[in-house]
């Protein structure tokens, strides 16, 4: 008869832990698949959104009163930015590929494109 | 029970017990490290940022082969998750594997999109960016075909991509952990539920979706392994390893992306609701996509134990494509498991660099 495995009270500590994960998990799985659940949670986020947009509105009225920028005003400024990083970066690559094709020797500094698989029988290892 | 047996059991008593305090006592120490250290750094591997379009980086990791292999990969990361998971740390990075192993590798790597970036539809991705970087990558390394792998919803739009653009000279299709029957990923079809979630009303409120939202979403699905998580990091304080691997995981995990309004408003409507990838009805930028017309070699990598993309979720990729040179791998591990760390170096690395490599020439 084989010998009982050694007593390990950390062990099984840590079998209680992993067990304790699984069950929580499991039970919170089943309740959230619920139309309750998720009926509560999208209730709660639509109220959530209505009042940001309330107080959003407000703000925009209370800046506008002291003659502040508005979160939009910033946003549409930085759209601007936007705009013209993505011109410059645009501008960039055309000069990029212009270099590549003037001086062929520098846009080659990879390596040969040579490689070949090594045979199936050998383990594959990186060269 | 014997004497014998009880005196083994006793001694091997004694000696966990001297081993826990051992532990104990480095768990003390190292705990202080833990606190004051910071982050550990990722994205290990030297690369070149070689295009930037808004929410779009592209970059191109430096060779580390003498000789590589003729046809260069594109790595397509997911949209709420950064690039870094693929590229943690030397020795356990994928990028840096496949660059030791020959590949010439680009990566499109997700920035926060800006607020006006709110308006990008699922066809900004699939129909602009991605054909943009394989342009780019066709033309830089000068040859005309190019291996695409996609990560999780980076599957998705590489699928989507390769199925409506045939004529862009994808070689070879790559996608770990792809979500395709909607249908079958419950619990977020139970919170997407259309009867009580408005996405209009949440994409017209937020512009783009916050970050911190989805971040939510993705804990809820396991609510009770973060304290696990936290449990179990106290318990293997004493070995630096774990230590080291859970705060990359953790850093990597909590640094989600928010996601453009419209393409989210188009993934619920389009891929949650309808489940057009699946039925094969999906349209993006006025095309039906069908997943039929991929026909180039594909390899999909999946995980036995995906809390997100459930198994059921992820199997009709391999059914509905028409390539004749396609294969599934199921490995075991977890959603990112499969793909990032000390196993995945163990287990899919090896099989993707085996599958690959042939099919790279």
């Known amino acids: ?127 | 029970m014997s004497g014998q047996t009880a005196q083994r059991e006793s001694d091997s008593l004694a000696e966990r017990i001297a081993l826990e305090v051992e532990r104990t006592i480095a768990r003390s120490i190292k705990g202080v490290e833990y606190i004051a250290s910071p982050a550990p750094a990722m994205g290990a591997s030297p690369r070149e940022l070689v295009l930037k379009d808004g929410t779009l980086n592209l970059y191109h990791y430096h060779p580390m082969s003498d000789e590589i292999y003729r046809v260069p990969v594109l790595m397509v990361m997911a949209t709420t998750n950064k690039g870094y998971v693929l590229d943690l740390a030397p020795g356990q990075s994928l990028v840096e594997f496949l660059l030791r192993s020959g590949y010439d590798v680009y990566m499109i790597d997700w920035s926060p999109p800006r607020a006006d970036e709110k308006r990008l539809r699922l066809a900004d991705y699939t129909d602009r960016f991605i054909p943009d970087c394989v342009s780019l990558v066709r033309e830089r390394s000068e040859q005309d075909e190019v291996s695409v792998l996609g990560y999780c919803m980076g599957g998705v739009l590489s699928s989507i991509y390769t199925a409506s653009h045939p004529g862009d000279g994808v070689k070879n299709l790559i996608c770990f952990t792809t979500p395709i029957d909607f249908s079958q990923m419950t619990l977020f079809q139970k919170w997407a539920d259309r009867r009580f979630f408005d996405v209009d009303r949440l994409v017209d409120a937020t512009g783009n979706v916050p970050s911190e939202m989805l971040f939510q979403g993705f804990q809820m699905l396991r609510p009770a392994s973060q304290v696990a998580g936290q449990v179990n990091l106290w318990d293997n304080l004493w070995n630096e390893d774990y230590v080291k691997s859970y705060r990359m995981f953790d850093r990597w995990g909590m640094d989600m992306l928010p996601l453009a309004g419209e393409y989210f408003r188009d993934t619920t409507k389009k891929l949650m609701w309808e489940n057009g990838l699946y039925h094969g009805t999906l349209e993006v930028g006025g095309r039906n996509v069908r997943l039929a017309d991929i026909t180039v070699p594909l390899l999909h990598v999946v995980a036995e134990h995906d809390h997100i993309v459930p198994r059921d979720a992820s199997k009709p990729l391999i059914e509905l494509v028409s390539s004749e040179d396609r294969q599934e791998v199921v490995l075991k591990g977890g959603h990112i498991s499969v793909a990032a760390g000390a196993n995945a170096s163990k287990r899919m690395w090896p099989k993707l660099d085996a599958w690959l490599a042939e099919r790279s020439v």
């Open chain 1, 1 to 127: 008869m084989p010998d009982k495995p050694p007593l390990d009270p950390f062990a099984a500590w840590r079998d209680m832990v992993a067990q304790w994960e699984k069950n929580v998990n499991q039970l919170a799985n089943k309740s959230m698949a619920s139309d309750e659940f998720s009926g509560s949670m999208n209730q709660l986020m639509n109220v959530m959104l209505k009042s940001q947009q309330g107080v959003s509105e407000a703000m925009v009225k209370y800046l506008a009163t002291l003659n502040l920028p508005s979160r939009q005003d910033l946003l549409a400024l930085g759209e601007q930015l936007g705009s013209i990083e993505s011109q410059l970066n645009r501008i960039a690559l055309l000069l990029e590929r212009q270099n590549r094709h003037a001086s062929p020797a520098v846009a080659r500094k990879t390596p040969p494109r040579t490689k070949r698989p090594l045979p199936r029988t050998t383990p594959q290892q990186p060269s």
